[in-house]
């Protein structure tokens, strides 16, 4: 696969003197166009750290991103705005969703940023609440509710997919229907996926798993021939 996203040399340091702390220490790696990838790694190994700068929410300390050509670390703030805005698309763990807006509602507000976006209702059916348009969050399901947050990021059409542990609050019938969907985009509408979580359940099926410890890239796996989500043992 062409080479896509690149990290050289990336550093995010909080802190100064001998109170420095390195969340992430020397990180490359390349990942290409429509990679499934999982990134794995115990709490404080810099993984959600390592989404937030690549999302554009945070800033490094030194190193450079880039991303399709790109070089995102370097934008100023109207041209960050508009790569998260156009650009990225974010899967949280606990859905992120308006509790006072509908299912279809939550999901048309990325219109203001993304008008040339899916259709609200079209990305709703494709991700099964074709049925559930106009019901709240606190109606739905915590599996309706994290399908939701998925039509919410697919919906401006990025092409990036940031999920942090999008299956962690799910159960585990529910989480296989969630990855074979992120599964599916990712290969049907050549989306990068990249998935931050604890479960080393997902390393098979990953085209790619980059395993972190200490704020660094402690192994970076390239699966030849992942096996199929239903393989899996959860």
Not at 44 to 57: F, I
Not at 74 to 98: C, E, M, W
Not at 196 to 223: C, F, Q, W, Y
């Amino acid at each position: 696969m062409p080479e896509f996203i690149s990290f050289n040399n990336v550093n995010k340091v909080y802190g100064e003197g001998v109170n420095r702390l390195f969340a992430l220490k020397d990180v490359s790696f390349t990942i290409g166009q429509g990679e499934f990838v999982v990134i794995l790694g115990p709490s404080g190994a810099g993984k959600s750290t390592l989404l937030n700068l690549l999302g554009g929410m945070d800033s490094l300390s030194d190193g450079e991103i880039y991303v399709d050509g790109e070089n995102i670390s370097r934008y100023p703030d109207h041209l960050l705005t508009a790569y998260r805005a156009k650009s990225v698309g974010f899967v949280f763990q606990f859905y992120n969703l308006i509790p006072m807006l509908t299912a279809l509602e939550n999901v048309t507000l990325t219109k203001d940023v993304a008008p040339d976006g899916f259709d609200g209702k079209e990305i709703l059916s494709r991700v099964g609440l074709s049925e559930h348009l106009h019901q709240f969050p606190a109606q739905l399901s915590g599996g309706e509710q994290q399908r939701v947050s998925i039509a919410r990021a697919l919906c401006k059409k990025p092409s990036i997919i940031l999920c942090d542990e999008p299956t962690g609050a799910l159960d585990s019938e529910t989480g296989v229907t969630i990855l074979k969907l992120l599964y599916e985009v990712c290969k049907a509408e050549k989306k990068t996926v990249i998935i931050v979580t604890h479960n080393a359940l997902l390393a098979p099926i990953a085209d790619r798993v980059l395993r972190m410890k200490n704020g660094k890239i402690s192994e970076n796996t390239v699966n030849p021939l992942p096996i199929s989500i239903d393989e899996v043992k959860w």
